[in-house]
């Protein structure tokens, strides 16, 4: 290149003093840059490092406003100047340098912190302009070139500083490229990188290396390197168009996003001032990038044009890498936004830069005046602009996808990890007879709780106060608490609505219930008791929560999500280190429904205190060990009264729990813990007859009608079957009067076992009812296959007994009353104890299954013909005494489980027979014959139900 014409030599001579003014976008776009940068450190809150900023940003305009009077000639000086000072300090760096997190990159003299690495960066960018402006050969410059960037980047590595040795890579390859170095031999420089860079993992630092593997496997997990990536999201995403800046939870968001100042500034910036401040710094730094590339364009030399495109590089990878990385689009780089993040050296290097840059476009500009000659341009700079900018405005569009499509997501997953909620339980919904006669109710209290992170000295007294302890005490509590809430007292509702009203900062009051059953022992195993949820519970209901209270039998579990409500809580905003900060939001527990049953609180007393009468027994007479007495609706199922005897309390269960009366209970006789309507069987003996008459009625083997001999026995084979008393010969109707076992005998040989085993079944034998009570035995029906299966044997007079209820055949008491139901209406229904629940402000009757007609009803009249004739001249003519038309059913079983082998009492009736309203049947495990036992247990709860029907039948509302 021919240098100017002597007669300008004067005026060469003063354009180190060059009088045009700067570039006015390239230095608006540094002063927005640095104004940004400035506010994202002071919506931070550290006045600190804001100053520390503020200082090394004028620092900076002093050397911009210095290097901008530098003229092309000076270049070579500066360049090997900061070069070597440079190396120098790397060197240094590795001898004494300050070490942070295993990585020394840092020199402290004494209270200025200085990285030597951003220094290197403007001194190899300058003699890379040197060495690859001259005129010599391609190769030679290439050499120099690669000599003059190995030396400061190797140094880097070791400091280990990969992101900024990444970075002075990138900018050696630039300057190459526009230094005009062939392409092609560059393309194998990279090919050849490219296949080795798997080979340098092992250079990694565990943390880098895991860096890497999250962003390769997408992870955010909170516990492990990926975290940064969900942070850097959630900012991004919580910041919003606008940012809201001063609100807590900004603050306490910002706290969570890892290096905020420096390499995660962008995203900070975002955070705190919303995508508008992001968009504003991208464009700055975009035009900042194309405002140096026309610095690039107006220079004098060579080396001026590689100066300014150098840096244009410089500045659009560090750009372009820092926002990837604040956008997870690439591993977390630790590369600063320039001039943006926080760092002494990067922004004076950065601004200084600029300053010479700038002087070096305007002495170009004054050059061009005189000289038409201008030296060869660096290449692809402009193409290189467009694909930066282009890379810049696509990341800027992720950017606002991200916030739209996955906001809410984002910023629902930012406030859950600020916040460390404690359940405040839901009251239990009450349990109530049909007429709304509590059963079953939480006594309520209120529990003082406190965060003692935030609860202020000077509210310890007035906390004592209120709660009627000494201050001494609260504040012992308060320092000994392992958990983030502690329990201060539990008071009253009227008094803890004082406390309430203090509204003392970190205390709040949560609902603590008990729960009570005022009929204690009268419907203990009915409506069961509540505890602590097991494996079981969780698995049924996987929503529940640690130490839920639920329904641990009876009606309690059956309707544990009715009765349960939903849990509220309190929650606490906590820092990144899990202290507490300041109060979260509340959402206050919705109490369960109120459930309402088909007992009749009346009649269930009274059915107990019979059954309770029938096993203390009379003098002279049998003393069972157990029993279980029901009283329904044959038409729709609803249970009016169950009584199950010996009963438990379900107050001992507690919580607390009564120890005391448990293992009292635990040691008493009769299964307690059992409901004995549903879940203990035994032979029905006579009342069996219900279903064998049917069985015959739907296929005959003796006419119904047809009078056959009885007597006092019977004889098949070589075994003689007995009656109960000689009788004379009987039809149907009248062997169903007097349960005539010998004519049973005969009609069970007559059939065989299957006619009796199908009907017994379409009855609802050997099935589970399908009541809304857990634990439901099904009884058992066994047939001569099913025996044979199990290894015994069914023999002639298995069937024979069959026919009296005996043999392979155990039932509950609620079965029995179920068949008695269908062969006096003719259809099965679902017994049930639920029938409603409050839902809103009325109640909403709870779905049960409707009646199932039996195929055979319309030949069922002789079987209530039989009742009837019982009830009136045979062995149930105990319900004469009753206001209405009743038809019943003695039983008498031999049960090796009854007391000493003894004989289990039944009985079963209906009323009025023509169109039961009930069905009642009683069952006295040990309890002798029929009649004199069970037949005392329901005669008296028929007479009740009759003397107050319109009150039973009527359902509150």
Sequence with gaps: MSGPPRAHAGLDRLVHRPRAAPDVPAVLAVAVLVGLGLLNLQSLGDRSILYHQVAVDLAGVALFCWLRRLRADGLRWLGWSCYLVSVVLLLAVVAVGESVNGARRWLALDSLTVQPSELAKLGMLLVLAQVLATERGWRRRLGAALVVSVIPIGLVVNEPDLSTAAVLCGVTVAMLVIG??????????????????PLGEHLLRPYQADRLHAFL?????????????????????????????????????????????????????????????GVVAVLAAAVLIWRVVLSARHARTRTAGLTAGGFAALVGIEVVVSVAGNLGLIPTAGVPFPLLSYGGTAAAVHIATLGLVLGLRAEGEKHRLWHRQMPQLPRLLGPAALLVTGCLMAMTGFAWNLQADHGPQLRRAGLTQMMRCVRIPAPRGEITD?????????????????????????????????????RTAVVRQLHRAHGLTVVVATLPPATAARVRAAHLAGV????????????????????????VATPADVKRWPDLPSGAIVGRTGLEETYDPILRGRDGRQCVYVDPAGRPVAMGPSTPPVPGSRLRLTLDLGLQRELTRQLAS?????????????????????????????????????NVFGPPVHQRALATLSKQ???????????????????????????????PAIQPEEVIPTGGSWTLGDHTFHNWMVLPPQNLVQALAWSNDVYFYQLAWAMGPQPIITTARQLGV??????DLPGESSGFLGTPSSVAKAGGTWYPGSTVVLGIGQGYLDVTPLQDALWTAGVTTGALVTPHLGLSYRSGSGFTRLPMPGAHPLSFADKLGLVRAGMRAAATSGTASILAALPVAAGGKTGSAQDPAAPSGGTDSWFTAAAPLHRPDIVATGFVRGGGEGVTTSGRVVLPAMEYFFAHRAAILRTGR
């Design 180 to 197: 005009r170095i062939p392409l092609r031999v560059l393309g194998g420089f990279v090919l050849v990188a490219a296949l080795a860079a």
């Design 217 to 277: 496997s997408g992870s955010t997990s909170a516990n492990g390197p990926g975290w940064a990536i969900l942070q850097m999201h959630i900012a991004l995403a919580w910041g919003g168009l606008t940012g809201h800046g001063a609100g807590h939870l900004h603050a306490l968001v910002s706290e969570y996003l890892p290096d905020r100042e420096t390499d995660l500034a962008f995203a900070s910036l975002v955070e705190q001032h919303g995508m508008i401040a």
């Design 434 to 470: 049909r007429h709304g006669a509590p059963l079953a109710i939480d006594v309520r209290q209120e529990q003082v709780d406190a965060v003692p992170a935030l609860v202020r000295s000077a509210q310890v007294r007035t906390l004592a106060a209120l709660t009627a302890r000494s």
């Design 508 to 531: 709040f009051l949560a609902p603590t219930t008990r729960r009570v059953y005022p009929e204690g022992a009268l419907l203990g195993p009915v409506l069961g008791w509540t505890g």
């Design 614 to 650: 029938a096993l203390r027994g009379e003098p002279g007479q049998p003393r069972g060990d157990l029993g279980g007495a029901v009283v329904m609706n044959p038409k729709n199922g609803q249970v009016y009264a169950m009584a199950s005897l010996p009963s438990y309390d379900d």
């Design 669 to 699: 006789q009769g299964n307690p813990v059992l409901e004995h309507v549903t879940q203990v069987v035994a032979p029905p003996g006579s009342t069996f007859k219900l279903v064998v008459a049917s069985a015959d009625l739907k296929h």
């Design 766 to 771: 050997g099935a589970a009812t399908g009541i």
